[in-house]
């Protein structure tokens, strides 16, 4: 991905990511492509998922979500993830 495109995108997700609230939907980039999903909750302590610590505080949140399609969860930093309109199937 082009650097410049790819500091507009966080530029804009970290814009759009102080209004999350949970059931928002949202997406972020993966190793794979662009995910979709649901904000669960913002998470302002350390919380463990799948065998991981997501070292999140007050001044560093992360966002907890769950993907449309596999249906598992993940923590993102703010700027990872960006608001999005749910698509109609």
Do not use: C
């Not at 209004?19 to 972020?28: A, M, R, T, Y």
């Not at 992360?62 to 596999?70: A, E, M, P």
């Amino acid at each position: 991905m082009d650097s410049i495109y790819r500091r507009r995108l966080q530029s804009a997700f970290s814009l759009m990511a102080k209004e999350l609230k949970p059931g928002d939907h949202v997406q972020w980039n993966t190793p794979q492509g662009r995910t979709t999903g649901k904000v669960k909750k913002k998470l302002t302590a350390a919380k463990e998922i799948k065998g991981h610590v997501a070292k999140a505080t007050r001044e560093n949140p992360k966002y907890l979500v769950q993907s449309d399609k596999s249906g598992k969860q993940a923590a993102h930093k703010p700027g990872d993830v960006g608001k999005i309109k749910k698509r109609s199937k």
